[in-house]
């Protein structure tokens, strides 16, 4: 028979048989040579997501070790039961070098750890409710290894950057307990004191440390707040060309930028990176809503000028500038756009001086920038609090 031939006889048989050509010799598992391991419940979803690479429960789940699968007990399946065992050995070998990383040295409750696609999340937060939910160590893990890719995603999209523009891999440890974060926070850093509440690492690796402190981060919605607006110092340092801005006379923007992701994810802003005003106030600057304390200001007359503070460290930021700050970041990205506000961070990034980037940029100077900039504060903000 000529070859064509034979294939089209060998088609049509395909066709005309399909249901005996289908039919799967072992029934359980469908020819996978596996099934779903039963043993993680309502998060089982969460786990095979996007967010959640490896998880320190699946790791250690007793019945699957780290696959979230079973070998199928009714039939053979070589290449399925490789890769279960290589699955399995990824899972603990990565466990292993986080207790190593961070269990290790906090020696206490174990931490629950999520590699997520951009984050190394160790969570040694207690039990809460949050909205109508009891969330407990594990399912708290997961939710802010979801708080912080959605972060991530948002910063990308806010600036319209490429994924090559933010290329590190960033570690997140949230203590419940101040003991912890006092031995994790200086070791995981290399930084002190070690009586803060969080420190954070600016490159060239990105780390940020905190414990759940009551008194400054009454609830889980506080703490989150905390952590968006020191990741987002962490991604804004990062942002290719790699560069921490606070300590290098560009205050305003180390500030502005962390602040408005505060407000734009969690509704208020509520940190502030100098660790004296941290400690004194947590009841934060007009109640975190800066938006009618900034109106007010401009209509009295009384706003700080850009000049005055634009060449200030973020730690020499007063609270009307911070809130001044978060406001210019605000006008800027929405009077001009992501993309704008991103060439301009480049610029800045590359040491090109202020009132050059700010000219090229936005066709604006360090003079120049108050008018336009009050104007549309009085066109935007409403006076009442929102
Ligand atoms: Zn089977
Ligand atoms: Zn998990
Ligand atoms: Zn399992
Ligand atoms: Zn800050």
Redesign the pocket.
Known sequence: MRPVLAVCIALLGAWLLPAQAAAPSCKLCVNRGTTPCGKHGK?LE??HGPV?QL?S??AECKACAGALAIDCRHCVNEPAESALAERQRLAREWLQGRRKAVDAVAAREPYAH?QTPHFDLACGLKPATIGRDKLDQ?AR??LYGERLEALHAKFLATFELAEADLPDRMTVVLSEEGKDQQVLGPRLTGLGPAGAIGLKLMGPEYVYTVYHDRRSLPDDEALHRAVVHNVAHLLLSQMRTAQWLGNRAHGWLDEGVPHWFEETVVGKCTNFCFEEILLQTPASFKGGKWRPAVRKIVDEGKSPLFATFAAKNSDQLTFVEHAFCFALVDFLLQRHGGAKFRDFLRLVKKDVPTRDALQQVFGLNPLSIDAPFHAWVKDTYSPLPN
């Open positions: 998060l969460v786990e959640s998880c429960a699946v999520l594990h893990l997961h």
